[in-house]
Structures are given as C-alpha cells and as structure tokens.
C-alpha cells in the first residue's frame, strides 16, 4: 500500500472517458484529496452579491482524476472513506430555478458557517447548530459514453449523488465503466439532510482520505454504499415532524417541506430562507407510505437537537 496526496491546484468541473489523469495507483493504495468547496471560488467573506457572480463553469470542482490500475468495464471499485478534515468554514445558499421549491424562493441567499472541532455554527442563527457530520457530496467514475458532461445529475458513473450516508467510516461500491476508472470526488459536505432540499449542504472545503480496490469481475449495476452507526449524532432530542399526502410523491415532498418552513418560521426565531436552508443542511425528507393508493405519505423530520445552544 503507497499513499499519495492530489493538492487543490487543478479542478475538473466535467465528466469525461478522454481526461488525462493526474495520478495512477495500484489496488489498495490511500489517496488524500485537496477539495476546495463546491463552487471552487467562493470565500467566507463572501456577500449574496458576489454570489451572484459565481462562475458556473467551475462546478463541480472535482478533484481527480485517479486512474486505477487494471480497472477495466465490468469491475468495481471499492473505496473506504478513512478521514474528512475541515478548514473552519462552511456555506449554504438557494438560488432562482434550483432545489425542491423553485416556485417559492425565486430570489438568491446566501448563509454562512464557522466550523470549530466538531461543530458547525451559524453566522446569523446563535441558537442553531450542528454536529460536523461531513460526506463528499460527488464521487464518481468515468462515464462509458464519450464526450465532456455536466456534474450536476447523478449518472450511472456516480458523481452528484449527495448522499450523507457516505460519511467518515462508510465504504462505497461504484461500477467500472471504462479502463482505469478515472475517479475523481469533491462537493465536501460538513453536514446536510437527506434530500439537500435547497440544493446545498454545508458546502466546504475539505481534505478526504480514501483507500481504493479494485474488484474484478464484480458487474455492479449502480452504485452502493455501507455506512457506520449511529444514523445521526443530531439523533438525541426527538424530532418534529410534517406530514403530505396524495397520489404525487414530488408534490407531496414539496408540501411536506413547505410546512416544515412554516412551523421553523412561526416557532424557531428565522426568517424563511434561514427556515430553507436549515432543513437543506438537518432535515430528512422520508417516504413514509406508499402501498395505500391512490395516497402516499412523504414526511419532513427536523432533528430538534439543533436548537440547542
């Protein structure tokens, strides 16, 4: 086993089989990656203004990528995620035609986090918190199709998949597509909800530590992914809970978040953009029925630990 270090200097905001890699490596070697935060640009200093300036072309930016040895189509890659190491701060933000409710917040915002140990602080909020429980967002391999494609969907490689659950400790499986991988990760997370409804996390940036190995011949159709206990650290204080229901689930998740934003809003002391951006980085967007037709239940739980402080 060799370990090997990949600095933040070059960024791959793209998906594409023709990259040139920036490391090769041998089945069982340690990669520590240099993620900048997702946009790859944006500061803690930073205004709603400057935001607005943000150069799109820049996200992802994926760090990568790493060609395995051997890896050919029809393999899998195995990658522990051994640490995940913070540089103090953090962001969220929603923007117009983005995240599960587009239609209600057509405007942009921008919320800032201080991150010390293992807690993450709002800048605005003094009464809101959360345990620093990170994930890359992106961890993807070479699409098979040629051609250079957009990070932001999740694909058969992988890539945007913003799944929390791929935490310090967890293993992910992800299918060989074409020779040597070409793996590339970033979108560092220091804490989100499932669902990321507002379309961020707590975006920042992060150093991964990830050890790769190739299984031959393990033909995996899509991504997996093992995690450790507890689900949540933010799992201490019970939770309050909306519930939505009809015959569409996506409206149904929009209602179910929509009431959440009201209850937060009325009950919590925050406006609602803090109350949207709270549930992107805490809250979990659940199906919690769908076997009575014509109506199915999507409920949104607020941990209630984050009102601590």
Known sequence: MREHFLDDSVIQPFWDNSVEPRLAIDSGDVVVFDCLEANGQIQPDWTVEDYLNVDRSKIHALNGSVWIKGAEPGDALEI??????HKGWGWSAHRP????LP???DYSYLHHWRIEDETCYSTELEHISLPFEPHPGVVGVAPREAGRFSTFPPRANGGNLDVRDMTIGATVWLPVLVEGALFATGDCHAAQGQGEVCVTGIEAPMTVTMRFKLLKGANLPEAQVRRPSPMSKLDTRGYHITLAHGPDLMKNAKNALRYMIDWLVANQ???????YILCSVAGDLKISEIVDA??????FHMPLAVFGR
């Open 80 to 85: 522990d995620i051994l640490d995940m190491r």
């Open 97 to 100: 035609g983005m995240g599960l």
């Open 103 to 105: 239609e209600d917040f």
């Open 269 to 275: 002391r925050m406006n609602r953009s803090q109350a």
């Open 294 to 299: 014509p109506n199915w239940v999507v409920s």
